[in-house]
């Protein structure tokens, strides 16, 4: 009887909510509602991993909460790759592509109060150019030849040889400038320009952010404080998210985010994805044999493994390039798909015997769920083949120790840069040029560093630069010390439906700074 | 002819209980189950992708694991880990803290000092930590599983035969067999080892339990039998993450465990009531006859 007297009601409220919704959505764009709707307070994030520490060219995954809170780029990019300001309001490239001069943002300061200049750009580059010092940004300086900084607001970066735009533009956004005075303590310290200040820590356990009240963008950041809280595992992240105990998860695998994403929560995918690729250690037998490395193109299941490990989310690829990079080529996936007889032909074409085939283990990351379960795929598939091998499961440091050591025959590792500048791959371990971990020097495949070389130095035209990425295919899948199986999330964001604001980082970083309570 | 007579009665004693008799039964199965497991249409390896995770059904009655293989088929294998480790950890605990006991027990002065502050060091660790620290350095397999749980059950019988054998020692048919020349080693293990067999034996029992636990455990933390080995614990580890999607991958195989344990426990205890009541000693001739 109730129910029946507020029906007609009801649907006059409906008719009328669909009379004026379309007039709504027409005078205010989604943006503008979320960036006036949008309130601070304290968000809650939870995380599977503690940081390392504050040096933002220190590239971790682990680090990935800290590093675009903590501190600025010169330039970003967009989710589709187009650079935009940050710390440089302008970039000028000269005509033969062989120097770039940036105009610095005068009205920046960093967390210590220190004002923000070109002596801390240059005194970033200093330590990035520094082999013991550069960590995951020294690989890039590779191409620079000196700087110079006539003012305060200016600095020139010169090359050593005519450099492609998206080059130029990738290291650009790789520079995230320490305050001069900081540098040597930024391990420990951090000394960015970014929007929160770091609060408290206490390791293993979390740590606490605070808005920098002096933050040079208009508006930003919009929360008042982030606490960050560290889960041993993905399910007890989920299970406290959907308790209230926390607001998102960052990091979160593929499989939870899929679960919670059926549940009403947002999933949020960055454009930065990762590749997953099995590294081979070329200098060890068996995998000196080439025909024997190649066969791994097509023993690896692709689609079965993003299905079973990552829940559905990646995409198959054959190359260490995401579908966004320049150098993807779609015929590779078809062309190296799975395929047992092909992978059998080429075993046996390798001339090697059985037991010779059998005698290596694959080492395994034991706290990489996905990881061990692709590897027992590859592991059956290879005992279909007639090679029986074993799965050297380490923990931890002890395989990180392997992995970057080169201590192993065949692993899965996820590469990073993937969708960047094509030789940006070279500055993961298993495909560095030079004093490359694995693969040792002098390099194993000459033609592998010819054809990075060769990409670096082709700047145009256009054809010229195709065939360049074409070669380093070919290459790649010839000398197959390593083979590429799908992309794979990192940094993926889990939320409660009551934040919005999110910024999309090409790197998949945590970009808090426009996060909000609706 | 006489140990099959007593071994009779304490069984007959033993079913007697209907707890007991369901966790003999249980534990029969389980043990067959492992020994004959190469018998049954059963493939605990085999991978079958389109599969994953599906739930108890007529072909896989306990569904399938997250690459298809037989969950079912897995808990059998991985009965067949659990207890082939726990009797090797009780036969290593067995054959160095039983001797242990037995000469500190015997000899009694520096020699029990000695024995028995190494058996207090080792009892001081935390036999998971041992354990993991043992397997740290032996590397990651079965038999370095077997050994790292062997170690920690050291010290149990150690303790246990030492305090039979105190209070044996000094007992009149022990003493008459010195009187009669017979030699130490001769009186430890031919008068006073028979005699110490029960608590020893209820020990063996209880520290099965406990090495298919501590198995579990150390393959639960991720660092007993490596994957794609079935095991108990592994399931656990793995099953743990899919809770939601796939409930019973992580409960059925922990249901089992839980009965195995429990059996153990149930059979240990009832043992223990059994051969207390039997407080007969066996005497030199009893036990195997005059030195």
């Not at chain 2, 992708?49 to 739930?55: D, S």
């Not at chain 2, 080892?193 to 209880?206: A, E, K, R, T």
């Not at chain 2, 656990?236 to 992580?250: D, F």
């Not at chain 2, 426990?265 to 059994?274: C, E, Y």
Request: net charge negative; with cysteine.
């Amino acid at each position: 009887m109730k129910n029946g007297f507020f029906r007609p009601l009801k649907l006059l409220g409906l008719a009328l909510f669909a009379a004026i919704a379309p007039i709504g959505a027409t005078l205010v764009t989604p943006v503008a509602v979320e960036a006036q709707e949008l309130k601070g307070g304290t968000l809650r994030v939870g995380l599977l991993a503690d940081m390392t520490n504050y040096d933002p060219q220190q590239f971790s995954t682990v680090n990935f909460h800290l590093i675009k809170n903590l501190y600025d780029s010169l330039i970003e990019y967009t989710p589709e790759g187009e650079a935009v300001p940050s710390l440089a309001t302008e970039w000028t490239i000269n005509a033969d592509n062989t120097s770039v001069t940036l105009k610095l943002r005068d009205d920046v300061t960093f967390a210590s109060g220190g004002k923000f200049s070109s002596a801390d750009v240059v005194a970033t580059l200093e330590k990035a150019a520094n082999p013991d010092l550069g960590k995951n940004v020294f690989g890039t300086m590779a191409i620079v030849k000196d700087w110079a900084a006539p003012d305060a607001t200016t600095i020139t970066i010169n090359f050593k040889a005519p450099v492609p735009t998206k080059q130029i533009t990738d290291l650009l956004q790789f520079m995230i400038p320490i305050e001069a005075a900081g540098i040597a303590t930024v391990e420990t310290v951090p000394a960015g320009t970014g929007a929160y200040l770091l609060a408290d820590r206490a390791v293993g356990q979390g740590l606490t952010m605070k808005k920098n009240p002096n933050y040079w963008r208009d508006n930003e950041p919009i929360l008042d404080e982030i606490v960050f809280t560290i889960f041993a595992d993905d399910a007890a992240a989920s299970a406290a998210l959907e308790s209230g105990s926390i607001d998102m998860v960052y990091g979160s695998t593929a499989r939870n985010a899929v679960r919670l994403q059926d549940a009403g929560y947002q999933v949020i995918r960055g454009p930065g994805s990762l590749v997953q690729v099995f590294r081979i250690n070329a200098t060890r037998a068996p995998f000196t044999n080439e025909k024997f490395r190649q066969a791994f193109n097509y023993i690896m299941d692709r689609e079965g493994m993003v299905k079973v490990a990552y829940a559905g989310l990646g995409t198959v690829v054959a190359l260490p390039w995401a579908p966004a990079s320049p150098a993807f080529d779609e015929a590779y996936t078809a062309e190296f798909a799975y395929n047992m007889d092909k992978a059998k032909e080429l075993f046996a074409a390798s001339g090697l015997s059985a037991a010779e085939m059998s005698d290596w283990k694959m080492l395994v990351f034991g706290n990489d769920e996905p990881g061990v379960v692709i590897s027992q795929i590859v592991q059956n598939a290879l005992a279909e083949a007639g090679i029986n091998i074993e799965l050297d499961v380490r923990q931890g440091a002890e395989y990180t120790d392997a992995l970057l050591g080169g201590d192993f025959w065949a692993t899965f590792g996820a590469v990073g840069n993937a969708q960047k500048f094509p030789s940006r791959m070279a500055t993961n371990s298993i495909y560095r040029t030079a004093k490359n971990p694995v693969l040792k020097d002098p390099h194993p495949f000459p033609d592998y560093v010819a054809a990075i070389d060769k990409v670096n130095a082709t700047s145009g035209p256009e054809d010229a630069v195709k065939a360049a990425y074409a070669e380093l295919n070919r290459v790649l899948v010839t000398d197959s010390f390593a083979v590429p199986t799908n992309t794979v999330d990192t940094g993926l964001i889990v939320a409660s439906d009551k934040l919005g604001g999110f910024t999309l980082d090409i790197d998949n970083l945590l970009v808090a700074r426009t996060i909000g309570f609706k | 002819m006489k140990l099959l007579r007593s071994t009779g009665s304490v069984l007959q004693r033993l079913l007697r209980s209907p707890g007991s008799a369901l966790a003999l039964l249980f534990l029969l199965g389980i043990t067959l189950a492992a020994i004959l497991a190469d018998l049954l249409p059963l493939n605990p390896y085999a991978q079958k992708l389109v599969n994953a995770l599906n739930g108890p059904s007529a072909a896989n009655w306990f569904g399938t694991d997250e690459v298809g293989r037989d969950i079912l088929a897995r808990v059998v294998f991985g009965a067949r880990t659990s207890l082939l480790t726990a009797a090797g950890a009780v036969a290593i605990a067995a054959v160095i803290g039983v001797p242990i006991g037995l000469v500190a027990g015997f000899f009694g002065g520096w020699r029990d000092a000695t024995l028995m502050r190494f058996v207090d060091v080792l009892l001081a660790l935390p036999a998971i930590l041992f354990a993991m620290a043992m397997i740290a350095v032996l590397g990651r397999s079965q038999v370095a599983a077997l050994i790292a749980v062997g170690i920690t059950g050291i010290p149990s019988f150690a303790r246990i035969t030492r305090a039979q054998v105190l209070s044996l020692r000094r007992r009149d048919f022990v003493t008459a067999v010195e009187a009669f020349g017979g030699s130490s080693a001769y009186n430890m293990f031919r008068t006073i080892l028979p005699n110490s067999w029960s608590p020893i034996f209820v020990q063996i029992v209880v520290l099965c339990s406990v090495a298919i636990l501590l198995e579990a455990a150390l393959s639960f933390l991720g660092v007993g039998v490596a994957p794609p080995t079935p095991s108990w614990g592994e399931m656990l580890r793995t099953g743990k993450s899919y809770l939601h999607e796939a409930p019973y991958y992580a409960v059925l195989p922990g249901i089992v465990l839980t009965l195995t344990i429990l059996s153990f426990d149930v059979i240990g205890r009832s043992l223990a009531g059994i051969l207390e009541n039997r407080s007969e000693v066996a005497t030199p001739a009893k036990a195997g006859g005059a030195p």
